[in-house]
């Protein structure tokens, strides 16, 4: 059988490719069949052996395909003693999913996330779990002012089968427990450091309001009257007077000055402007501040909540996906050993559908690719990986699992990590599915919809070029 295959030029390029490679693949443009040749190359050209290659993607249906594709062309290829060895160590193949590959990982490593190595996914359960561990500690935690102004602007269903059970999926996880108690502190210093920076220029605006506002001998009592009050909460908010500033700020308005156009005039409309933001500023802060005890009550719920939750988890061996992720990344970065086992144990990866994954699985990636010579406290940077051992697929218009956390911002942040070797920023422009008119309509349709995206959480539009079919 024929042991080469029919490529365009830019298929030839991913195929080939021999460092950090980042291909933008749309529908219909070959990307598996890419792949496929691909990991066929890296066995027969670079002497990659079937356990040095690991093929990532994210659903179980595209990872079966995966593997069906490579054994197919490993079959379709010449017969020798190689490929013969190849097809019986096939078995050992890593072409799976990234969450799957993630729960090895963590099997290696789940006594110390307090797990057993057969712990099981239950999102469903999870949610159900949370919920009712939200409701008991109502129970011990409902008659606090916090809790009851909580409960008093969401509801009692709302706070307990939605925002408990998004918090225990969105926020905590096992791989490291939150210090809720260090957190408002910190939130705390953070809002007396806007408080203190507020205050001073409120104070410093409100003086050099009152120094350039244009006054006129008929009008110096009426602008002393309006002025006067803002001088006053001035001082009020220099003494730490919160209660009386916020008593003051609800009975005191600031018109512009009239008259004539002059310099002063302009100065003072501008700085009146500023006075009005600063003090609306300065309220929500101090609103805020107010409510401190409210907030321990909060924390103190959120303390005991992760620690009964994750009880739970442990106790039934369960976890959600964004929990192995995370207890991987955990695991790769605090044990060095198993890291270095994994980095020495794959020469090259693979990832497909990447546009479906998020900073936590890019992060873990970069772990297993850091350079052998390396031992990164923390996250590796791109400059400190191996220079051939990522090969990255994905299509940002084609996200669609934001709900399990992916964020198309990190397949387009690779792009940046990479751009220093512009040979590794790949595209395969050709759809070889849909018909050429097809094709030309939803390029003028989503180039329309999709086109000056600057955000990062945007896809930026690459039309799709069609390729005119024969006969």
């Given amino acids: 059988m024929a042991d080469r295959l029919e490529f365009d030029p830019n298929q030839k390029k991913a195929i080939n490719s021999l460092i950090n490679t980042v291909v933008t693949a749309g529908a219909g443009s070959g990307k598996t069949a890419v792949l496929t040749e691909r990991y066929?190359?890296?066995?027969t050209e670079q002497n990659a052996g079937i356990e040095q290659i690991c093929a990532l993607t994210f659903t179980k249906k595209a990872a079966r395909e995966m593997h069906e594709?490579?054994?197919?062309?490993?079959?379709?290829?010449?017969s020798t003693p190689s490929i013969q060895q190849y097809l019986a160590s096939f078995k050992d193949a890593s072409i799976q999913t990234i969450d799957s590959f993630c729960a090895a990982i963590v099997k290696n490593a789940a006594a110390f996330f307090g797990l057993p190595q057969d712990f099981s996914y239950d999102e469903e359960g999870l949610s159900e779990l949370a919920a009712r561990t939200g409701m008991e500690l109502l129970f011990v935690h409902g008659r606090k002012p916090g809790i009851q102004a909580l409960l008093s602007e969401c509801g009692y269903s709302v706070f307990v089968e939605e925002l408990v059970p998004q918090l225990c999926s969105e926020v905590l996880s096992?791989?490291?427990?939150?210090?809720?108690?260090?957190l408002l502190e910190m939130q705390l210093e953070f809002l007396g450091d806007i408080r203190k920076r507020l205050i001073h220029d409120f104070s410093e605006t409100v003086r050099s309001l009152v120094n350039s506002w244009p006054v006129k001998k008929t009008d110096t009592a009426k602008t002393c009257e309006m002025l006067e009050p803002w001088q006053r909460l001035s001082l009020l908010l220099e003494q730490g007077m919160d209660a009386e500033a916020l008593a003051l700020m609800q009975n005191i308005k600031l018109n512009k000055p009239g008259g004539k156009i002059t310099d002063n005039n302009l100065k003072a409309k501008e700085l009146t402007d500023t006075v009005r933001d600063l003090k609306s500023d300065l309220e929500s802060v101090i609103r805020t501040f107010a409510k401190k005890e409210d907030m321990q009550d909060i924390f103190m719920f959120l303390t005991d909540l992760q620690l009964r939750f994750h009880e739970k988890k442990r106790r039934l061996g369960i976890a959600s996906y964004r929990d192995v992720s995370l207890m991987a990344v955990q695991a790769l970065k605090k044990d060095t050993s198993l890291r270095a086992w994994y980095k020495s144990k794959y020469r090259y990866i693979m990832i497909d559908e990447f546009q479906d994954n998020n900073i936590t699985q890019k992060?873990?990636?970069?772990l297993l690719a850091e350079r052998q010579d390396l031992m990164t406290d923390g996250i590796p940077t791109a400059s400190s990986l191996e220079p051939d051992k990522l090969f990255f697929v994905g299509d940002e218009k084609q996200s669609i699992y934001a709900f399990r956390g992916a964020d198309v911002r990190v397949f387009k942040n690779l792009r940046t990590d990479f751009g220093d070797k512009p040979e590794g920023i790949l595209g395969l422009p050709f759809n070889y599915r849909s018909h050429p008119g097809l094709v030309s309509f939803f390029n003028k349709?989503?180039?329309h919809v999709m086109s000056g995206s600057s955000l990062d959480y945007e896809a930026v539009f690459q039309p799709l070029l069609p390729v005119e079919k024969k006969g």
């Fill in 69 to 78: 594709r490579i054994y197919n062309r490993l079959l379709a290829g010449t």
């Fill in 445 to 447: 349709v989503f180039g």
């Fill in 363 to 366: 992060e873990l990636l970069y």
């Fill in 174 to 182: 096992l791989s490291e427990d939150i210090d809720f108690q260090a």
């Fill in 40 to 43: 066929y190359r890296l066995l």
